[in-house]
């Protein structure tokens, strides 16, 4: 087990509509474009697949994926959408499960690198990657990059949404390389519901030497899925790396 926080049944309830714009066919389209033209002929094993927002419709494109998921709650979300031999999901943490078989593809979307909360489990799942990668397989990360460039001396905390419905910040630990977003979130009978989560922040340099230790190599790196060059003032990044073949 990794030191990872593992999400409840009412978090994992209520995700899917939370997360309703982000799952839609034209914000989801780039992504699956790109996961697919990666995976080629062969299989994927998507890390942390959650209630199965991306690996679903990925699956549904053709391409055969795996998933690997810590909540069981997350898990039974998917479950009710797709049934276990048309996507197989292995309840562990992304940092030591090991599934059967091989795969062209293993990604990891939307941050969740950053919910292993220590550098070593964050190398671990690198390494955990290449261990499941044919020769000549792909490693895809999409991770944002850490805002600190928005914080002057003395300030801890950035907001990330302002919207009518949410109020979203992180404060930051700059010591231990670590953050807490906050989410206030406007429910239906118009109460504030309020949480939290712990993440990892890692540049993607520091990326790069985990994926050299577990024997990976950059491929490529830009700033969204629709290939957009990265930039210095880039907001995130999606990362490949590949096994030597």
């Not at 078989?101 to 939307?110: A, D, P, Q, R």
């Not at 390494?127 to 944002?144: C, M, Q």
């Not at 429910?187 to 994926?211: K, T």
């Not at 491929?219 to 995130?236: L, N, Y």
Request: glycine residues 8%.
């Amino acid at each position: 087990m990794t030191s990872s926080e593992v999400w409840t049944r009412a978090t994992a309830d209520r995700y899917d509509a939370e997360e309703a714009e982000s799952s839609s066919a034209s914000v989801l389209e780039p992504t699956l474009a790109f996961l697919a033209g990666l995976a080629g002929d062969g299989r994927a094993l998507e890390f942390a697949i959650g209630t199965g927002r991306v690996g679903v419709p990925l699956r549904e494109r053709g391409v055969p994926v795996v998933g690997i998921e810590l909540s069981e709650h997350m898990a039974a979300v998917l479950r009710r959408k797709v049934d276990e031999d048309t996507l197989p999901v292995t309840i562990g943490d992304m940092a030591t499960t090991v599934v059967p078989g091989g795969f062209t593809l293993v990604y990891l979307v939307y941050n969740t690198i950053s919910n292993l909360l220590t550098q070593e489990e964050q190398v671990d799942c690198f390494r955990n990657a290449a261990r499941h990668l044919e020769p000549g397989g792909r490693f895809v990360i999409e991770l944002g990059v850490p805002p600190l460039r928005f914080l002057p001396p003395g300030q801890v905390a950035v907001p990330f949404d302002v919207s009518d419905g949410h109020l979203g910040f992180d404060t930051f630990d700059l010591a231990e390389q670590t953050l807490v977003s906050h989410h206030f979130t406007r429910d239906e009978d118009g109460r504030y519901r309020r949480d939290e989560s712990r993440h990892r922040y890692a540049w993607p340099a520091e990326l790069d030497l985990m994926a050299r230790i577990a024997g990976l190599a950059l491929e490529r790196r830009v700033a969204d899925w629709d290939g957009s060059p990265f930039t210095q003032d880039s907001a995130q990044h999606i990362s490949v790396w590949r096994k030597p073949v």
